[in-house]
């Protein structure tokens, strides 16, 4: 199928990528302890430096009605690239692959995965003829060693670019609602299973090279609205965020805490976007490099928060734009 496509490489790209899913589940201020701006964490030595570097690649996805528009921005903060592929009902997850400098975009209304690459617009189509399953809806992508994973909301597949199929790793049913999936170390992932209407979260580890899953942890909150998002943070150790950006270790939750490690700054977030706080975040991740957590809200765009809650925005939303997805991922190579 032939798709039309635009793509404008601003800066040579050095090569990577990693995604992060949006969810449905929301939370309130009063879901956390000391409300949208507690006055928690470490002593505050000093405000927010900018210009501390980033270590992680960004990309993000929006949409107008007339096209899809996917942006990599470099761990100097600087546009790489622009692609932009035909508009869609229900625009789905976005991932960028830093050796191969080629981004993917899932549309949920034609099932079909875009592999968007120097100027060509591929389409995979969404189905795993290993299972039977076919029109598939993905929920979440990542870039695990090279290869691309892609999270449904009860199974988990892989994408195989040569043979332009999904090669299953978790079956169907083997989560319940699942909303992310995120490198775990060794040959692993992480994916966080929301529960179900009715249930609590859970996070399985999921052997790449076995197509296996175990659990975890399981039920590790007592409510769903922390566990909107998964990512790798400190520690190599998996972490969750809320739809207002706070982040907490998936181990303290599983503890009994449910104090946030950090809720972006009030006063920050009202010189950005106008309000103390927004409750659209569908993304998280951990930078490591600069010691900051990631967060993607739709009408506030890509932001760094640093363990004292001040908040640096890395990319706006574009004017006319509407934000669906965004991305973070650890940049390979030295720069």
């Known amino acids: 199928?032939?798709?039309s496509l635009s793509l404008v490489m601003i800066l040579p790209v050095v090569a990577g990528c990693h995604l992060f899913s949006s969810g449905t589940i929301a939370t309130t201020c009063e879901d956390l302890e000391g409300g949208c701006d507690p006055d928690s964490g470490p002593e505050d030595t000093g405000s927010f430096v900018p210009d501390s570097p980033y270590g992680s690649w960004f990309v993000s996805g929006s949409g107008t009605a007339n096209e899809i528009q996917v942006r990599v921005v470099d761990p100097d903060l600087d546009v790489v690239v622009e692609a932009s592929t035909d508009p869609s009902r229900e625009p789905g997850p976005v991932a960028w692959d830093e050796v191969e400098e080629r981004a993917f975009y899932y549309d949920n209304a034609t099932r079909f995965l875009h592999v968007l690459c120097r100027g060509a617009d591929r389409v995979i189509q969404g189905e795993a003829p290993d299972s039977g399953a076919t029109s598939l809806v993905i929920v979440d992508l990542h870039v695990i060693e090279g290869t691309l994973y892609a999270l449904a909301p009860t199974a988990l597949y892989q994408a195989d670019l040569e043979a332009e199929a999904f090669v299953t790793v978790v079956g169907a049913g083997g989560f319940q609602d699942a909303r992310s999936v995120f490198p775990a170390p060794?040959?692993?992932?992480y994916?966080?299973?929301?529960?179900?209407?009715?249930g609590l979260p859970d996070l399985w580890r999921v052997d790449l090279g076995a197509h296996s899953a175990s659990l975890m942890f399981q039920n590790f909150d007592d409510g769903q609205g922390r566990a909107h998002a998964g990512f790798l943070g400190e520690e190599d150790m998996p972490w969750v965020c809320?739809?207002?950006?706070?982040t907490w270790a998936v181990a303290d939750l599983s503890g009994g805490s449910r104090v946030p490690s950090v809720v972006p700054d009030a006063a920050d977030m009202e010189a950005l976007v106008g309000r103390s706080f927004v409750e659209d975040v569908t993304d998280c991740g951990w930078d490591a490099a600069s010691s900051r957590f990631l967060v993607a809200s739709s009408s506030a765009g890509l932001l760094g928060i640093d363990a004292w809650n001040h908040v640096d925005r890395i990319l706006a939303p574009q004017e006319g734009?509407?934000?669906f997805r965004a991305s973070f991922a650890p940049a390979l190579q030295a720069r």
Do not use: I, N, Q, T
Not at 186 to 189: K, N, R, S, T, V
Not at 242 to 246: D, V, Y
């Open 1 to 3: 199928m032939k798709r």
């Open 321 to 323: 734009e509407d934000p």
């Open 242 to 246: 809320s739809s207002l950006g706070a």
């Open 191 to 198: 994916v966080l299973d929301a529960g179900g209407p009715e």
């Open 186 to 189: 060794g040959e692993h992932a």
